[in-house]
C-alpha cells in the first residue's frame, strides 16, 4: 500500500500537506492577520507598492486637469495604453472567478487553498480595469451617462454600441464577484472574530461576519448562496471578456474584425488570471509559510491550466494570420502583414509569439511545472506577453487602416506608463492589506479537506447533517 | 438679526435721516444693507419657536427636498440693451456681406467679407470680380486671423514708447520742413510692389512737390524677370495676362499657376480641364520645373531639370518651336529630355493659337525673354494671352536695382530719412544688399509703417502701426488691371494708420486727411478728368456702384500690342552664358508654400496648414532627391529597405525612421554663405538629383508669438546675384530634428482609394469605373426617411471632382475659419492630433521613387456614411444620423470614448485631446463664427457638411414655403475651390448639379466595399497623355470587360 501511496504522490502530489487537524489550520492562517507579529517584509513591500500607488493619484489629477492629451494616443490611435491596460486587467481578473466558480461547480478540491486570494486579486483586477474606461473618456466628469438612468435629458445610452455592453458586463462582473468573495469569506471572518484579542478587531470582524455562529442552518443557507453565486459567476466569466472582446470585432477595422474574437480572448484571459495567480501564491507560500496549502500539487494544476489555454491563445494567433491571408481581403491581408513583417511595430508581435507561445512550451515537463523558479518566471513572461497581444492588436490595428493617408505611429509618454505602473501599484496595495487584514485561504474550505472532516461512518453531505441537526431541534423544543 | 431689530436699530440711531428719497438711503447701515443684498446674511433671524426633535427633521426633510428646486447661487443680473435706433440693415444674428480685396504680389483677389454684428468673421471670394469669380486662396482666407491677430502691432511708437498721430504728424512735419527747401534731399521712400492707382497718384504728386527725394519698391518675391526678360524681348516692359480656359495645350517652365495668388487662372484652368459628356477634350499640361510643385503635380507631363539646365532647356524647346535664329547644342542633354522636348513641340505646333507657353518668376529674363518668342511663334498672342503696361510706377527699372540704388545711397550717406511703408526689408533683403542694422543707423531718422512690430520696426524711431486691409479704405488692380476697391470691414482694433494716411502727412498741404478721402477725391480728381469737372452726383453714384461692387467696371487695361525682336532675343541668347560646372549641389530657392515670403510667418492657420506637397507644418526644410539623399547619406537613419525602393507596391515612406518622422540636420552652404541655422532635410520624390530646393520665409526673429524661432532663415544667403538658385554643398551636422508632417506614407498600397484613369482610355471604356452596390447587405436597418417630419425631403450630398483638384489647400483653411478649428501647434501634429476636419490626401504612383508618374491629391472630409461605422459605436448618442442624412455631431453629448473615430474608415474625426481652443484672447472672440460651437477638450469633432449654412438656406426657403434651391446652400470648401471641384447640394432635386455629378461615369465610392454607402463620391481624375512623348506610361488593362459589368448590373436589378 504504502508502494502505491508513493507512487501515487509522485504522479499527483497531495494538495495539502504535513500534519494537519482544523486547531492547526486555523492557526496557521488566522494568525496572518490575529496574532503573528506584521513581518518587515510586509512593511517594505507596502510601502513600495503605496508609493508607486501615488503615481497613479498623481497621474490621474494631472489628467483630469489638462485632459487625455497626457498620453500618447492621437488619430489614428484612439485607443492605446488606455484601453489596452482595461483589457489586460480585466482578464487578469478572470481566474479568481474561474477557479472559485467553475471549479467549485466542477468539485475540484483543489482550488479551495487558493480561491480566496486568487478571488481578491480578481476584484483588485477589475477595480483597475474600471479605472481606464472611465478615465480615458475626454470628460470623465460625465461618463455617467453611459449608465441608463432616467434623466431630463430623455437620452437613453446606445443599445447598439459594445461599450455599452461593457458599462453592464464590468459593473455586473464586479458586483457579482465581489458578493461571492464576501460570502465567502464570512464563516471565516467569524472564525476571526471568536479568535480575536484585540476589542478592535473583535468589534471589526465581528460586524463583517453578520453574525455568524456556525450553526448547521447558518451552513445550510451558506451553501445555497454560494452554490447560487457560483452558477450567476459561471457564465459572467464566459461573457465579461466576450463582450469586452465585442469592442474589437463589432467594429469593421482589420486586425479587430474577427469572429474568433470572444473564445480567443476568453482564453487569453484565463491564461493570463492563472499567470497572475501563479505570481501571488508563490511569494505568498513562501513569505507565509503556505507550502502545506499552496502545494506542488497546486502549481502543477495551475501550470496546466496554463498550458491548455495558452495553447488556445497560440490557436487564435494562428487563425488571425489564417484569416487574415484567407480572406483575400486586401485590408485583412494587409493588417497581418504590418503586424507580423511589414510594419513598424512587427517585433512586438514576434515578442508576444515568445512570451506567450514559446515559454509555454516549458510547461508540458513536470519538472517545469514543479519548479517555482520557472513557473514564477514564466508567468511574469506570460503576463508581459497578455499585455503585448493587446498591444498588437489595438495599436497595430488602428495604426494603420483603410486610407494610407492617415497612417501614423504611436509612441506611448511618460503619463502612459506612470498611469500603468501606478495601477500596479494599486493593485498591490490593495493586496497588501488584503493579506495582512482578510484570512488568504480560506479557512473552513481547507479544513473540509482534512481527514476529520470526514470522520462519519458513512459518507454524508451537508445536507443530511443539516437535516439531521434540524429533526434534533425539533425533538428538544 | 430680525427685520424687526434691524428697524428698531435704524430709528434709533442719532443720525437717523428724516427725509430720505430710498429705502436704502434711510437705512444706509452696513447690517441693513447686507439684509437686503445677501441671501444669508450674518444672524439671520433663528427660528426661536421651540422643535420637537420629530419636526425638526420633517422640516429638514422637506428643506432638502426643496433645495434641489431653488437652484445655488442667484444669478447677477445682466442688462442686455436693444438698439434704441435700430441701425439700417443690422438685424442681430444676421450677417451682411461686403466687398473688398486683398493684394499679394501686384495684384489683388476681390472678396466679400461675411460680417457678424460689425466683426468680419469669414473671407469668400466675390463672384463677380474678374480676379476671383467667388474663389479665394490660402493666403486670402487666413488673412481673417491675420486681422484679429493678438500680436499684430497695436500703437504708434517712437522708439518703443507709444505716441499719437499727432506727436508724429508734428514731429515729421518739422523734419519734412527742414528737407523741403533742398526738394526732399535725402528723403527715401521703400515700399513693397505699388498696385494701387490713389498710391501711384500719391507718389506722383509727392515727388512732384518734393523732386530730390526718391521712391523704391522692393519686395523678396517679385516679377523682375518677366519684366526684364520683355525688356529683352519687346524692348518695352509689360505684365502678361493668360487666358488658359482658351489654351489646349500648356507648356509651363517653372511656373506654379497652382500656388501663386491668381485664383482666376486655376478655375480658368479648371474649365480647360473639365471632362463633361458635352465636351470630352480636355486641356494638356506640360511641366519643366525643379521642384516638384502643384503645377508638376497636375502636369500631365512632368521634365525634372536642374536649375542651371533650365536655360539650355528652354533654349532646346524654343528651337524645334521653331523660334528663328536660336543655335542649341542639343548634345548636352540627354536622350530622353530630347524626345521629350520634340514630341512636346511637335503636339503645341499642332494647336497653334492655342498654346500657352509660361515662365516662372524664378526663371532669369532670358527664359522669359524665350517664352515670349515662343508664344509668338505658336501664335498665342492676342488669343490665349495678351500683353499689358505693368501697374506698378516706375515698373522698368527692376526692384532689385531699386534696392541697390536705395543701399548704394545709404552707404554713401545721402539718405536723411528712410520711410519704409509696409514690408519687412530688414528680414528679406538679400544678404549683399542687406538693410542691415549698420546700414540702417547710418540713416538719421528711419519710419516704418507695418503689421507687425517686426525686425524691421525695431531698427526704425518712428513705428506706426499699418491698418490691416480689413480694416481700411484702400484701391489696388486685379490681374488683368481692373480698379478694385478695398473698404474697411471694421473700425480699427487698434491705433493703425493706412498707407495713404502716412504718405499724405509728407505734402505740403492737406497733409492730415483719412484714408477714405484720400481714395475718394483721387478717384473724384479722376472723374473730374475724364467728364472735364461735371455733376458731382455722376461720381458719388459711381463711387458707390464701385464700392458695393467691388471694382469698377470696364477698368481693365487695354493690350499692349508689342512684338517679339527676334534678333535681340537671339543674340542674348548667344550672350548668355551657362553657369560653370562645378562639383558642387545646386540649390534652388523658393517662397514658402504657406508662409509665403515671410509676412504670414505669425499665421499659426497657415504655419499648420500642411504645405501641398510634403505635408510638413511649422517648418521650412530642404529637398533633396532620394537618390541624393541615399548617396549622401541623409535621412537614412532607422530605414526599412523594403519601404524605400518601390516596388510593385509603388512608393511607401520617405524620412521616417520606423515610421515617425525624423530629418538629418545639415550645415548648408549657398553661394559661399552659410545659413546660420542647421537645416533639416527632407527627401522628395520627383526633385532632380543633386539639387537641394530650401524656403523663404522662416527663421524670422522678431515675427510674434507664433512664428518667431522657426525654422531656417534662407535670406541670409540669398544674394542679389543668385536670387533663385546658385550653387552650394551641405555638411551633416550628426544631428536629427523632429519634423511635424500631417502625413507620412504617400503610396496607395495597390488599393482603390485615388483613381487616376487616363482619359483616352476612359472615353473607349465608360463603365470602367463600375462600383457593386452593397446597400442591402446590411445588419441593421437602413434609415427610415418616410418616418422623418421634415418637409422637403432634402438629401444632401457632395461630390469631389479629383480631376479639377489641384492640392491647393484652399479648402483646409476655408474649413478652418468657417468651423472655429482650433490650430494646435507643432508638437500635437507630431503626435498626429492635427484638428482639419478637411485634409488633402497626396498620393505619388508609379515604381520608381526617384521619378514618380504622378502626384494626386484627394480631399477627403466626413463621406456622412448613410450607414455609419460611427453612429452604431457611440454608447451615449453623440454622433447620430439626421433626418436630411448627414451625422450630425452632438458636442454636448459627447463623453469623449473615441470609439467612433477608430471605427470610422475614413479617419476623418478629429479628437480635442487637450484644450485647443483659445478661450481666453479678445480677438479670436471676434474673429469665430457665431454660428458654430466652439468645441472643448474632451470632445470629438467633425465635418458637419457646414450644417450651420444649410441652416440658413433652408430657414430662407421655409419662409418663402418652398424647397432649398440648388446653389443656395453651399459649405464652406465649395464656396472657397477655385477649380470648382467640390459640388454640394441635394441628390434628391434631380436638377441639382450634385444629382448630376452622381450620374456621372467617373463618380465612384471611396473604401465602396465597406458598405457605409457615403453621400460624398470622388470623381475620377484623368491624365491626358500624350503617347509619343518618352514618359509616356500606358494605363493597365482593366480587370473586369464591360459586357460583365452589365450583366451583373442587370442582376442587381433584379
Known sequence: MQDIKQIRESFSPPILEGKHDFATVSDKIGDITLKRKTPFH??????????????????????????????GNNQPVGWAFDIINFVWWIGIGHAGTLISAILLLLNQKWRTSINRFAEAMTLFAVACAGLFPLLHTGRPWLAYWLFPYPNTMGMWPQFRSPLMWDVFAVSTYATVSLLFWYVGLIPDFATLRDRAKSKVFKIIYGILSWGWRGSARHWHRYEIAYLILAGLSTPLVLSVHSIVSFDFSVSQLPGWHATIFPPYFVAGAIFAGFAMVLILAIPLRHLYNMKDFITLAHLDYMGKVMLATGLIVCYGYAMEAFFGWYSAAQYEYYMIYNRIWGGPYWWFYWLLILCNGLSIQLLWFKRFRHSEFWLFTISVIVSIGMWLERFVIIVTSLHRDFLPSSWAMYSPTIYDYSMFLGTIGFFFTLFYLFVRFVPIISIFEVRTLLPEAHVHGHHQDFEEIVNEVEIEKIDKP | MSFAEIRKKILEQEN???????????????????????????????????????????????????????????????????????????????????????????????????????????????????????????????????????????????????????????????????????????????????????????????????????????????????????????????????????????????????????????????????????????????????????????????????????????????????????????????????????????????????????????????????????????GNVGKTLYYIEPFAPNAENLQIDQLRQLI???????????????????????????????????????????????????????????????????????????????????????????????????????????????????WKAQSAKQTSGQADTDFEKQWRRAVHDGFMQNTAYQPKSVSVDFNRVAQEVQRFEAAAKTDELEIAILPDPTIYDGRFSNNGWLQELPKPITKVTWDNVALVSPNTAARLGLNQAGRNPNEQAGGAQGITFFNTKGGNLFSDLVKLKFNGAEISKPVPIWIQPGQPDDVITIFLGYGRTRSGKVGTGIGYDAYEVRRSDALYFGFGNLQKT??????????????????????????????????????????????????????????????????????????????????????????????????????????????????????????????????????????????????????????????????????CSNNCPYKVRRFNFLLYQDWDTPQYKLMRNPEVTIRSRGVMEKCTYCVQRISLARIEARKQGRRVLDGEATTACQTVCPTDAIVFGDWNDEQSRVAKMKKDKRNYILLNELNTQPRTTYLAALKNQNPEMPDYVKPPEIKHKTEKHEATEKNEAH
Open chain 2, 16 to 378: 437717523g435721516k428724516k427725509y430720505w428719497r430710498s429705502l436704502e438711503e434711510f437705512a444706509d447701515t452696513p447690517e441693513f444693507t447686507e439684509f437686503l443684498k445677501r441671501e444669508f446674511p450674518h444672524n439671520a433671524e433663528e427660528w426661536d419657536s421651540s422643535l420637537s426633535r420629530r419636526e425638526f427633521v420633517k422640516l429638514m426633510g422637506a428643506s432638502l427636498a426643496l433645495a434641489g428646486l431653488s437652484g445655488c447661487v442667484i444669478q447677477p443680473p445682466e442688462k442686455i440693451v436693444p438698439y434704441v435706433r435700430q441701425p439700417e440693415e443690422i438685424i442681430p444674428g444676421k450677417a451682411l456681406y461686403f466687398a473688398t480685396a486683398m493684394t499679394l504680389s501686384g495684384i489683388a483677389t476681390g472678396l466679400l467679407v461675411k460680417s457678424n454684428e460689425g466683426r468680419p468673421t469669414k473671407i469668400e471670394g466675390s463672384p463677380e470680380h474678374p480676379g476671383s469669380l467667388g474663389a479665394t486662396d490660402v493666403f486670402a482666407q487666413a488673412a481673417l486671423l491675420g486681422l484679429y491677430d493678438p500680436d499684430r502691432s497695436q500703437q504708434i511708437t517712437y522708439l518703443g514708447s507709444p505716441r499719437t498721430w499727432q506727436n508724429f504728424i508734428t514731429e515729421i512735419r518739422a523734419k519734412i520742413d527742414e528737407l523741403r527747401p533742398s526738394g526732399g534731399a535725402g528723403l527715401r521712400f521703400l515700399s513693397e510692389t505699388v498696385v494701387s492707382p490713389t498710391l501711384a497718384g500719391q507718389i506722383k504728386q509727392l515727388l512732384s512737390e518734393l523732386p530730390n527725394a526718391r521712391w523704391y519698391q522692393y519686395e523678396p518675391i517679385n516679377h523682375d524677370n518677366a519684366i526684364a526678360g520683355a525688356k529683352l524681348a519687346f524692348g518695352s516692359p509689360v505684365q502678361v495676362v493668360y487666358q488658359f480656359d482658351k489654351a489646349d495645350r500648356i507648356l509651363s517652365l517653372d511656373k506654379d499657376i497652382f500656388s501663386e495668388f491668381n485664383v482666376r487662372y486655376m478655375k480658368d484652368f479648371a474649365k480647360g480641364r473639365a471632362f463633361t459628356e458635352e465636351k470630352q477634350e480636355i486641356n494638356r499640361l506640360y511641366a519643366v520645373e525643379t521642384t516638384l510643385t502643384l503645377t508638376g503635380a497636375k502636369a500631365d507631363h512632368r521634365l525634372a531639370v536642374k536649375p542651371s539646365q533650365m536655360v539650355v532647356v528652354a533654349k532646346a524647346i524654343a528651337s524645334a518651336l521653331g523660334v528663328s535664329s536660336i543655335e542649341v547644342d542639343r548634345a548636352t542633354l540627354d536622350e530622353k529630355t530630347n524626345k521629350w522636348i520634340d514630341a512636346m513641340a511637335r503636339d503645341l505646333l499642332a494647336h497653334k493659337g492655342k498654346t500657352i507657353v509660361m515662365v516662372g518668376d524664378n526663371q532669369p529674363p532670358i527664359v522669359h525673354a524665350l517664352a515670349y518668342a515662343m508664344n509668338e511663334v505658336l
Open chain 2, 734 to 899: 550628426g544631428e536629427q530634428t523632429a519634423i511635424a508632417s500631417t502625413q507620412i506614407h504617400f503610396n496607395m498600397e495597390g488599393r482603390d482609394v485615388l483613381r487616376v484613369w487616363d482619359v483616352e482610355q476612359f472615353k473607349e471604356n465608360p463603365d470602367m469605373g463600375h462600383q457593386h452596390d452593397e446597400y442591402p447587405k446590411s445588419l441593421y436597418p437602413r434609415y427610415d426617411y418616410s418616418d422623418e417630419t421634415a418637409e422637403w425631403r432634402h438629401k444632401w450630398a457632395m461630390t469631389i471632382d479629383l480631376n479639377a483638384c489641384v492640392g491647393c489647400n484652399a479648402c483646409v483653411i476655408a474649413c478652418q475659419a468657417e468651423n472655429n478649428i482650433p490650430v494646435v501647434g507643432k508638437e500635437q501634429v507630431q503626435r498626429s492630433r492635427e484638428m482639419h476636419w478637411l485634409r488633402v490626401d497626396a498620393y505619388y504612383m508609379g515604381d520608381d521613387v526617384n521619378n514618380p508618374n504622378d502626384l494626386a491629391f484627394q480631399p477627403v472630409l466626413c463621406q456622412q456614411c448613410e450607414l455609419a461605422p460611427c453612429e452604431v459605436v457611440c454608447p451615449v448618442h453623440a454622433t447620430v444620423h439626421s433626418a436630411e442624412g448627414l451625422n450630425d455631431m452632438v458636442y454636448n453629448r459627447c463623453v469623449g470614448t473615441r470609439y
Open chain 1, 42 to 71: 510586509w512593511f517594505v513591500g507596502f510601502a513600495i507598492f503605496f508609493l508607486i500607488a501615488q503615481m497613479l493619484l498623481a497621474t490621474v489629477t494631472y489628467l483630469l486637469l489638462k485632459g487625455v492629451g497626457i498620453w
Open chain 2, 408 to 522: 548704394q545711397e545709404i552707404d554713401s550717406g545721402q539718405v536723411r530719412m528712410l520711410v519704409i511703408l509696409g514690408g519687412n526689408p530688414v528680414y528679406n533683403t538679400p544678404a549683399d544688399l542687406k538693410l542691415s542694422k549698420e546700414r540702417m543707423l547710418k540713416i538719421p531718422l528711419r519710419v516704418h509703417v507695418g503689421l507687425y512690430n517686426d525686425e524691421t520696426a525695431e531698427l526704425c524711431q518712428w513705428h506706426i502701426s499699418e491698418k490691416h486691409f480689413l480694416e481700411s479704405w484702400g484701391d489696388t488692380r486685379a490681374y488683368d488691371g481692373t480698379v478694385t476697391m478695398i473698404q474697411p470691414l471694421i473700425k480699427p482694433l487698434y491705433n493703425s494708420r493706412s498707407i495713404y494716411e502716412v504718405v499724405q502727412v509728407f505734402f505740403k498741404e492737406n497733409y492730415d486727411k483719412s484714408d477714405l478721402d484720400i481714395v475718394k477725391d483721387f
